[in-house]
């Protein structure tokens, strides 16, 4: 053991804190207040309390993601006094966990209230979720072994969500997230897209068709220019579809190219004032590229 000198005397040297006892605020990356069980619980921390290079990569995503969702909740709570959000995919529920953890949690002993539901299919990730839910005493969450389609019309879930996420929910389960916050009549809707093939499909399925129909189809004329093309129409068609319902968009970048490919991110708004020409323009882009097959999954 290390000493330390004073007046002629040795004495021990404070012994560090452990891990254990390690506040979240003196863990560089970490937010005050954030519980580290729950950071290692999600494998965000190690078991001795400390952050790898992935985790911390992952950890950047979750918060930088929480700083555009927390004012979405507080306009949510100083409005109603209430709050109700819906995670799309929600895999291990990292996002409603730290949702919880940073914004729920806080507000536990004032009168404000809120309830975070985790939609998921795999039985095994509700199951731990819930147990950590109860272990950790986070009582306003409720995990749903359910699609994203399936959890439209499911009775485990309120009339009205003012919040939905989901965050790379793949294929159509965005779309299926999307279509689920419309008939709840979300008050906000946070999209982080990921791959969509459908649309890809549909544009190689008539490809000589369309060579004949305009010169637009040089633009996916080669395989990878076709599946990368689909991904950015496919969003372009989803943020037609909101504008349609009254949504105004915000659709910027999550984190750096570095982290992830999958970077896109689109806030949607309820004003209750639909722009005005959405679904025309929406539905010509169908015709002009040969994809009215499309038209029940985009304009509705």
Known sequence: MSTVRAKGKQRPAPAAPTPAQTPAAAISDIRPGQSIELLKELHI????????????????????????????????????????????????????????????????????????????????????????????????????????????????????????????????????????????????????PCCQAEVAAALRRHKNESFGLTPLSEIWRHPIHTREFGSQLTNVLRCLLLESHGYQLTVTELVGWEHSMKNELIIARSTGQARGNARERLERILAELNLEELHERFAY
């Open 45 to 192: 921390l190690t078991r001795d309390g400390k952050l790898n290079q992935d985790s911390r990569r992952k950890l950047k995503q979750v918060y930088h993601l929480y700083n555009f969702i927390e004012p979405l909740l507080a306009e949510v709570l100083a409005a109603h006094g209430d709050l109700t959000l819906a995670d799309h995919g929600a895999g291990k529920s990292y996002l409603g966990f730290i949702l919880y953890d940073l914004f729920l949690k806080a507000r536990e002993e004032t009168q404000a209230t809120g309830h975070i539901y985790g939609i998921e299919t795999r039985d095994e990730l509700v199951a731990k979720s819930r147990e950590l839910a109860a272990r950790l005493g986070f009582a306003r969450m409720s995990f749903l072994n359910l699609s994203v389609e399936a959890s439209i019309a499911s009775p485990e879930l309120p009339e009205r969500i003012d919040v939905v996420t989901a965050l790379h929910a793949c294929n159509t389960a965005t779309d299926d997230a999307i279509r689920f916050a419309l008939e709840k009549r979300a008050q906000f809707i946070v999209l982080v």
